[in-house]
């Protein structure tokens, strides 16, 4: 998941054809919110492993992840 984001949030930074009626505010917050939903599912998907079993150190990390999607919406809609 966040991954997908990564590949997703390189297309937004770096356009591989650029217009001239760019918007790099608008641009700046759908990288900001894509991030924010890769590592909400990043964590989504953490507690979803550590329930399923998979180790009990994806109950560890996924609070990590799910504060840093929380951060990245802050500052979204702040």
Same mark, same amino acid.
């Given at each position: 998941?966040?991954?997908?984001?990564?590949?997703?949030?390189?297309?937004?930074?770096?356009?591989?054809?650029?217009?001239?009626?760019?918007?790099?505010?608008?641009?700046?917050? *759908?990288?900001? =919110?894509?991030? +924010?939903?890769?590592? #909400?599912?990043? @964590?989504? /998907?953490?507690?979803?492993?550590?329930?399923?079993?998979?180790? *009990?150190?994806? =109950?560890?990390? +996924?609070?990590?992840? #799910?504060?840093? @999607?929380? /951060?990245?919406?802050?500052?979204?809609?702040?």
């Amino acid at each position: 998941m966040f991954f997908t984001s990564r590949v997703t949030r390189s297309e937004i930074k770096r356009r591989l054809v650029r217009r001239h009626t760019d918007d790099a505010v608008r641009r700046t917050n *759908q990288f900001i =919110l894509i991030t +924010a939903a890769g590592w #909400l599912g990043a @964590g989504g /998907l953490a507690i979803i492993a550590s329930l399923a079993g998979e180790g *009990q150190e994806w =109950l560890f990390v +996924a609070p990590c992840f #799910l504060v840093m @999607g929380a /951060l990245n919406l802050y500052i979204a809609f702040r």
